[in-house]
């Protein structure tokens, strides 16, 4: 489903960037669904407007680089065990508060830090940060659409290249 909305605001970054909304494709309510028990977290609010509109592919606007949603694999294997080290981070740390939340890792930044949602709180649009360096856990600025929007102007503006169109990912198809 084409959310006008959410392509509208993501634009407005980088309105110089040519994108094709012909590619942009996400998941059904279904697969939302069988996302939720393969990865046992909550989907709602803005993570799922932007699984429900771009989650498979973006059209123009993503490379995959931070975001894991388009790193073109062929199965979901890496994305679990991605997801599963992650967590396997926040134990490591004592931080079983965090556990309890569902966390969603969505984005690596320079190689060490770690950004995530947690899927069950009162705020699953709010965008941790977990420093690998230091193990250390902050509360960001961003909700996950603005988050996107500075991943558009940092990243997207400054690729040499402008990612392809159909630049895809995949999350459930085993």
Not at 40 to 56: A, E, N, P, S, T
Not at 60 to 89: A, K, M, S
Request: with cysteine; hydrophobic share 35%; proline share 5%.
């Amino acid at each position: 489903m084409i959310n006008n909305n959410l392509i509208n605001k993501l634009h407005s970054i980088y309105p110089e960037l040519i994108i094709d909304i012909s590619y942009i494709r996400g998941y059904s309510d279904e697969e939302i669904s069988r996302m939720e028990r393969l990865y046992d977290i909550r989907i709602v609010g803005q993570l799922y407007d932007f699984l429900k509109c771009m989650g498979r592919c973006s059209g123009g606007f993503f490379g995959d680089d931070p975001l894991v949603f388009y790193q073109n694999q062929e199965t979901i294997r890496g994305d679990i065990l991605f997801q599963i080290g992650g967590r396997d981070e926040l134990a490591s740390i004592q931080r079983h508060d965090l556990l309890k939340q569902k966390p969603f890792f969505i984005s690596v930044e320079s190689y060490t830090q770690y950004l995530f949602l947690l899927t069950d709180s009162d705020n699953p649009d709010l965008i941790f940060n977990y420093n690998e360096n230091d193990e250390c856990i902050e509360k960001t600025n961003w909700d996950l659409n603005s988050y996107l929007q500075h991943v558009i102007n940092v990243y997207t503006r400054h690729y040499p290249v402008p990612p392809p169109f159909d630049r895809h990912g995949e999350l459930i198809i085993i």
